[in-house]
T-cell receptor
């Protein structure tokens, strides 16, 4: 099956810093989403981005499908950005099931 | 965005009993819903795909007789953990897509199951 690799696994920032999270995938995809899992376990949808670039406030994402990677940018980080960020993909040949990466644990210190 | 409601959010049960978890799409219809399991500090692992009006499809290694899935309508799927044991303790989370757009997946709040 498709492999989804996220880096870095852990990231510690000071409030106000910028960061880039990466998601590599091993095969073509029909769907790619970024999520933020809050401390209560809820998965918050950040971006649906199978290709191209999107921005939402301090967050933006870019997916280069031909090169099989996606990037999530967080600017001017806040303590509330802490949590786990997941990338998940639907392989091009595998129906509609999302396969998740292992996540990036982000800690933003005041 | 679309809303997926999962209930209960937390449940504690005794070994040997069964627990039912509901997953509802509140403002859209879903022909397919997905059930995931997440252990502490790990990623989400797909357990099964719930198909409205037909049998669920289980991932390799998931016992279909232990994790009963019913998808009786276009807005409701249920997961029943039968004869629960402490090793079934985990975080269970469902997801669904709007059948009309079939693009972005939305997730329920999750259910933290503790079997004592």
């Amino acid at each position: 099956g498709i492999q989804v690799e996220q880096s870095p696994p852990d990231l510690i920032l000071q409030e106000g810093a910028n960061s880039t999270l990466r998601c590599n995938f091993s095969d073509s995809v029909n769907n790619l989403q970024w999520f933020h899992q809050n401390p209560w376990g809820q998965l918050i949808n950040l971006f649906y981005i199978p290709s191209g670039t999107k921005q939402n406030g301090r967050l933006s994402a870019t997916t280069v499908a031909t090169e099989r990677y996606s990037l999530l940018y967080i600017s001017s980080s806040q303590t509330t950005d802490s949590g786990v960020y997941f990338c998940a993909v639907v392989p091009g040949t595998s129906g509609s099931r999302l396969t998740f990466g292992e996540g990036t644990q982000l800690t933003v210190n005041p | 965005g679309a809303v997926v409601s999962q209930h209960p959010s937390r449940v504690i049960c005794k070994s040997g009993t069964s627990v039912k978890i509901e997953c509802r799409s509140l403002d859209f219809q879903a022909t397919t819903m997905f059930w995931y399991r997440q252990f502490p500090k790990q990623s989400l692992m797909l357990m099964a795909t719930s198909n409205e009006g037909s049998k669920a499809t289980y991932e390799q290694g998931v016992e279909k007789d232990k994790f009963l899935i019913n998808h009786a309508s276009l807005t409701l799927s249920t997961l029943t953990v039968t004869s629960a044991h402490p090793e079934d303790s985990s975080f269970y989370i469902c997801s669904a897509r709007d059948r009309l757009t079939n693009t972005e997946a939305f997730f329920g709040q999750g259910t933290r199951l503790t079997v004592v």
